[in-house]
C-alpha cells in the first residue's frame, strides 16, 4: 500500500477508493448510520431541522445546513465516535498492512 512520505490527500483518495472497492465503505456508512440512528440522533437533527425551517420565512437548502452542521457534529455521542473510530483502524490496519 501507500509509503508514509505520501501526501495525506493521495492517501486518503487511494485508501477510500480501495474501502469503496471492497464495499468496506458501504459498510462503514451503515454501521455510522444504524448508531445515529439508534442514539436517537437523526431524529434530534431532523426535528431540530423541521423546527428551524418554521422559524424562516423562506427557508434554504444551504442556510439550514450551515445553521444545523455546527450542533450536529458536536452532538455525535461519544460512544459512536469511539465505536467508529474502532472500526475505521480496524479497516484502516488491515489495508495498510496488505
Known sequence: MPSSSQDPQALYAQLRRRLIETGEWDQIRGILAAR???????????NRSKERAREKDSPTFQALYDEIRPHAHNSI???????????????LDKHLAS
Open 36 to 46: 445515529l440512528n439508534e442514539s436517537g440522533w437523526i431524529d434530534d437533527i431532523k
Open 77 to 91: 455521542p461519544l460512544a459512536v465516535k469511539k465505536e467508529m473510530n474502532a472500526v475505521i483502524r480496524q479497516h
